[in-house]
Every structure is written in C-alpha cells, then in structure tokens.
C-alpha cells in the first residue's frame, strides 16, 4: 500500500507542528516568567545584577508573544480573509519584538553564561532587528514578495528559540550517557545550533518557496519574448 501526502496537506502539517510547538514554547515561558519572584527563573542569574531577572522578564514576555503571532502571519487563508487583523498582529509583532530584542540585549550583557552564548544573543539580537526592519521597509513599499522574503528569515530567528529548547533537552538526555558533559557546553553548542539550523531553513525556504518560482517565472516569460 503506498500513502501519498497531497503538498497541500504536508504544508498544512509543518504549519501546524510550527505552530503547536511554538504556542508551547511560548505559553510555558510567558507563565514562567509572569511571577514576579526571580526563584522562577529558569536560568542562573547574575548575583551581581539585581535586576538581571527584569531583564528577562522584560524580553521573555514580549518575546513569548512573537512566537505566539508568527505563524498566524504566515497563514495564506487568514491573510487574504482578514487583511486587517495580519495588519493589527503585525503592528504588535513589531513592537513585541523592538521590546524584546532590546531587552535580550541587556540580558545578555548580565549573563553568567559565559561569553560564547553572549556573542551569539547579540548577534542574533542584531538579526532580529536587521531582518524585522528590512521586513517592514519592504511591505511599507508595497513588495508584497520581498517583506515575506524577509519575515521568513525573520521567523525564523524567533524560532530559534523553540529549536533551542529542543536541543537543551537531547543535550540533557546525552548528559545521562555521557556524564562528564557540562551544562555549559550543552548550553552554547544548542544556542549555537539553533540559530544555525533555523538560519539555513529560512534559506531554504526562501530559495525553494520563494525565489525558484519567481526565477521560473521570469525564465518563461524571456523565453516566451523571444520566441
Ligand atoms: C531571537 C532572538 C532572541 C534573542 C537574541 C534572545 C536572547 C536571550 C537572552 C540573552 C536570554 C538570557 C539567557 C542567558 O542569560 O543565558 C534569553 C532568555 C530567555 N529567552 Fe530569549 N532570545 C530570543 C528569542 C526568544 C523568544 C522568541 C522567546 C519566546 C519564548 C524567548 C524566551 C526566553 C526565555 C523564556 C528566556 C529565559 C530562559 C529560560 O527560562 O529558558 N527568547 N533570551
């Protein structure tokens, strides 16, 4: 017996695995983080800093509500039925995500987690807010193409946050097995990895998704001309 998935349906499911993870991701760390106590802190703080756990506070929260929003962007359906509402989300997919981004910025600057992890928030920070900003040119522009070229990397950043937890807890399960792993190593390599990993499927998507079918596109009509 042979299944056959329909591109339809596989889309459909890689939505909704993106979207069920991150609304888990996202909802566990906005009650983590809603206490005002820093016990809840999920990370070590810095005994130096009283308001490190602000700090985190102030970019988990906001942060927790751009990956909620994310994947409803991308819902073609949605998009085209309530134009309005993407408008209204996208407003507060920005404005979440200057918060947030700042806010990691400092929280990075007061991480005990040593400077390999710091080095990779800033430069993620930097992408965030570089691809954000490129993201909203571009739709203020009317390039409809180009702002989804850009909040796919965009997104994609933020689900860095997602594939990150993922990776700490094989991390985790490996450090049962190979007890003379650190924390700290397990920490930066899944901070490293996840922005790897999701960086080059933003890309292959853009490319696959995005830039192939417009190059066809393009090809067929210089054909088509010059016939
Ligand atoms: C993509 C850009 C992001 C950057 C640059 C960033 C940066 C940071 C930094 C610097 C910390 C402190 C970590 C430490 O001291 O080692 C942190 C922690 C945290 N971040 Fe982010 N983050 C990003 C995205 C997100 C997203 C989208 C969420 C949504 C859930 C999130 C949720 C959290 C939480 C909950 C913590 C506290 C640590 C924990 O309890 O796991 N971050 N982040």
């Known amino acids: 017996m042979t299944f056959s998935v329909s591109r339809r349906s596989r889309r459909r499911i890689a939505w909704a695995a993106v979207a069920v993870s991150a609304a888990g991701v996202a909802l566990f760390s906005a009650f983590t983080y809603l206490s005002p106590d820093p016990a809840s802190s999920r990370i070590p703080l810095n005994p130096a800093i009283g308001l490190h756990y602000l700090t985190i506070v102030l970019h988990a929260l906001p942060a927790s509500l751009v990956l909620l929003i994310g994947p409803f962007q991308f819902a073609a359906k949605l998009r085209a039925r309530r134009p309005k509402l993407h408008r ?6 920005v404005v ?19 400077i390999s992890a710091q080095i990779a928030f800033y430069l993620l920070s930097a992408a965030w807010l570089y691809t954000l900003y490129r993201g909203y040119t571009f739709i203020r522009q009317g390039q409809i193409q180009l702002h989804r070229i850009w909040m796919i990397r965009n997104y994609a950043l933020s689900f860095a946050a997602v594939v990150l937890r993922g990776f700490l807890g094989i991390g985790l399960v490996m450090k049962g097995f190979f007890p003379s792993l650190n924390f700290a190593d397990i920490y930066t390599t899944s901070v490293w990895g996840s922005i790897l990993v999701c960086a080059v ?4 998507f853009v ?11 393009r090809t067929a009509e210089v054909h088509s001309q010059a016939a």
């Open 88 to 93: 209204v989300l996208g407003r507060v997919y």
């Open 96 to 114: 979440s995500m200057i918060f947030g981004a700042v806010a990691a910025i400092v929280a990075a600057t007061f991480s005990v987690d040593g």
């Open 201 to 204: 499927v933003a890309e292959y």
């Open 207 to 217: 490319i696959n998704k995005t830039l192939t079918p417009l190059v066809r596109k």
